[in-house]
Structures are given as C-alpha cells and as structure tokens.
C-alpha cells in the first residue's frame, strides 16, 4: 500500500540545523510531487514547500535560503533540512504527496516532532 | 497572499445531527484547488474532499463539500462518533498552498 514513513523526533539547540527523512513506499516516486507541511503545538497546519522527485526542484517561498529539499530517487527518500532553527520553528513537520497538478495531499507521513530548546 | 478563514472556530454538535463548516478565501479562487481535511488528535490529516465537491478515496458520503468564488462549505450529515475532529480547508495560488486555521468539531 502506498506510505509515507518518516525519521524519529529530533531535539536541537537554537541556531542549529535539522533534516528529516520521508520514506515512500508503494508507488512510482517520481511520478507524484512531495510536500512539507508543519503544525506547531496546538496550531493549525502550515505549508512548507514542494519538491519534485523527477527533477529534484523544490520550491519554499515562506522559508527563502533556511529550508533545502532533496529527494534520493534510489531509495525514493525525501529530505528537508530547517536552518538557523528558532524556537518557533518547534513543530510536527509532515511530508506529504501530491498528484502532480492535483493540489491536493493524498497520503501523508506520521509526522516527525522537532523541538528546538536551549 | 491569500487567506482563509474558517468558521465558526469550535462546533458542538451530537451525533445524529448535521455539521455545517465555512471556508472563506480572502480573494476569489479556483474551485478545482479547494480541499478539505479532517485532523484527530495525534494523527496526520487525512484528505476528505478535493475540487471542491469530489470525496476521496473510501470517504463516506455524509460528507460534502460545495462552493465558489469567496465561499466555500464542508457539510457532514448525520454525525458520528468519529466525526468529531479538526477540519481544515486547503487552497492553491501559485506559488503557494494555503490552510485555513481549522475548524473544530466537538461532542455536545
């Protein structure tokens, strides 16, 4: 069936970086686009960015030069790495996929909680 | 930049009864990129409706979603128990995708 399995809860200092994983399974991985998308505690849902396995382009207008998006195609892994982590930047991060030209999100990782804190 | 509001912020209704929940966008929009989703606790989201009106895969048919322009509305009939959660609406403009805040759908 088709899954999204990301990496463990991470713990890091201000100013640090992070990079999470989102591991597909059961479909064509270049066929559809992946998402980031986060929720700090108690909120509502933010989007991150796109990035699109077949050309490895990713795209994060809110994020400009903190978050950098990259997909291994050989292992139909997703990677997105947060810089100059700020408290606010505490939240569950969840891939997510999408139909190319869907603009919807179909399927969605468990989530990976990512707590920044002195 | 686009945004959506929805409302009301909390519903507290009984199973059995209907769940009207309101999506307005700061500015007029697709209908094919609006998009619902229900949120419980702990969990990721999972899509209900998208293009407006169409269900997603195994999404019973007391959900429906109608709308256009401005205003857009996710209606649940006949509620359940496992209906009561956190709705979101989802939009598109490019470059960017947006979310409401959410609507939450509470037991009275």
């Known amino acids: 069936q088709v899954q999204l399995v990301q990496s463990g809860a991470e713990v890091k200092k201000p100013g640090a970086s992070v990079k999470v994983s989102c591991k597909a399974s059961?479909?064509?991985?270049?066929?559809?686009?992946l998402h980031w998308v986060r929720q700090a505690p108690g909120q509502g849902l933010e989007w991150v960015g796109i990035?699109?396995?077949?050309?490895?382009?990713g795209d994060a207008p809110r994020f400009q030069g903190r978050v950098t998006m990259t997909t291994d195609t050989s292992t139909n892994t997703a990677f997105m790495e947060l810089s100059s982590l700020t408290s606010e930047d505490t939240a569950v991060y969840f891939c997510?996929?999408?139909?190319?030209?869907?603009?919807?999100?179909?399927?969605w990782g468990q989530g990976t909680l990512v707590t920044v804190s002195s | 930049e686009l945004v959506l509001t929805q409302s009301p912020g909390t519903l507290s209704l009984s199973p059995g009864e209907s769940a009207t929940l309101s999506c307005r966008a700061s500015?007029?929009?697709?209908?094919?990129?609006l998009a619902w989703y229900q949120q419980k606790p702990g969990q990721a989201p999972r899509l209900l409706i998208y293009?407006?009106?169409s269900r997603a895969t195994d999404i019973p048919d007391r959900f429906s979603g109608s709308g256009s322009g401005t205003d857009f509305t996710l209606t649940i009939s006949r509620l359940e128990p496992e209906d009561f959660a956190v709705y979101y609406c989802?939009?598109?403009?490019?470059?960017?995708?947006?979310f409401g805040q959410g609507t939450k759908l509470e037991i009275k």
């Open positions: 997510a996929r999408e139909r190319p030209e869907g603009y919807r999100f179909d399927t």
């Open positions: 059961g479909y064509i991985f270049t066929n559809y686009y």
């Open positions: 990035i699109r396995p077949s050309s490895g382009i």
């Open positions: 500015q007029s929009v697709s209908s094919s990129y």
């Open positions: 293009g407006t009106s």
């Open positions: 989802q939009q598109y403009v490019y470059p960017v995708y947006t």
